[in-house]
């Protein structure tokens, strides 16, 4: 058999009830929130001009937004200091300004870095296949290198290149998105 309870003492057990659960999700909202300070705030300056949420390169002031280093609308994974310094010739964004853009990648990662970017200077980037690369879907047009075709690739040596119209990036796969990111801060003026 149940226990009768009055009115007054059960609206008492619920307030206590309400007031405990209201004081634990406080309490959760106030250590959370200090956990983020400590984490943003861990020791002023850090190298290479990083501080907090922000870091300096050259002049260019990136930010960093879940995880990602921001440069007015461009997005990338890795601030210019920490990709390897490699590539040089390459044509500037000026060559990419208004005209369609394709790539062939062999990394998915390397290849939405670029397409992003980059697809807020070219009128367009599409995938492609290069001219005489056996197993390519055929709804993929073949390219050249006259036109703007950036290949990114996985080889043992780390290499950003330019011949003519066609822009090769290779390295091991877990460097791809770093040399991409090179290869944006070159094009773009940043290194």
Known sequence: MRRLVSKEEEERK???????????LALIMVLSTIGFAIQSNSGGTAPDGITGNEAEYNGYKFTNQN???????????YLPGEVPDIGSGLNTMNSYQGKPAYIYSEDDRAEAEVSL??????????????????????????????DNFIIIKESNTSLIRQDNGCVYIEGRETELVALADQFLFKILGVK
């Open 14 to 24: 619920r307030k206590k009830n309400q007031t405990l659960l209201v004081s634990f």
């Open 67 to 77: 995880g990602l280093w921001v440069l007015g609308n461009f997005v990338f994974q």
């Open 117 to 146: 970017n980059l697809g807020q200077i070219a009128l367009r980037v599409q995938r492609a296949c290069p001219e005489g690369k056996e197993a390519c879907p055929s709804d993929l047009p073949v390219k050249t290198c006259s």
